[in-house]
């Protein structure tokens, strides 16, 4: 059974960090691209951050650039996601997804084979 955990969240002041984490069990992580997603409420899911299955490619949603960062360590079958100054429009429930597909830069969220169930992230101004 797969399992998708994230982890991390909280209350944080503009301007502030966080790291998410998601740890996944059940499938052979090494062969997922890793995602993150987010969902802001009353707002649909959008794509934040992708990285391929090595790890040696990431792709950013473009309001993220230069402040989040992707990552994963595959011998923790964990991926993160680095959010560095943090705005109040980065309040959202963050979500991992795990995609079997070869990685290319995609912002869909349709395809994906396995999700989390999120994490919060309020950012106070």
């Known amino acids: 059974q797969v399992q998708l955990v994230e982890s991390g969240g909280g209350l944080v002041q503009a301007g502030g960090s966080l790291r998410l984490s998601c740890a996944a069990s059940?499938?052979?992580?090494?062969?997922?691209?890793m995602d993150w997603f987010r969902q802001a409420p009353g707002k649909e899911r959008e794509f934040v951050a992708t990285i391929s299955g090595s790890g040696g490619r990431t792709y950013y949603e473009d309001s993220v650039k230069g402040r989040f960062t992707i990552s994963r360590d595959n011998a923790k079958n964990t991926v993160y996601l680095q959010m560095n100054s943090l705005k109040p429009e980065d309040t959202a429930v963050y979500y991992c997804?795990?995609?079997?597909?070869?990685?290319?830069?995609?912002?869909?969220?349709?395809?994906?084979?396995?999700w989390g169930k999120g994490t919060l992230v309020t950012v106070s101004s």
């Open positions: 997804a795990a995609d079997r597909r070869a990685w290319i830069p995609r912002t869909t969220l349709y395809g994906m084979d396995y």
């Open positions: 059940g499938l052979t992580f090494g062969n997922y691209v």
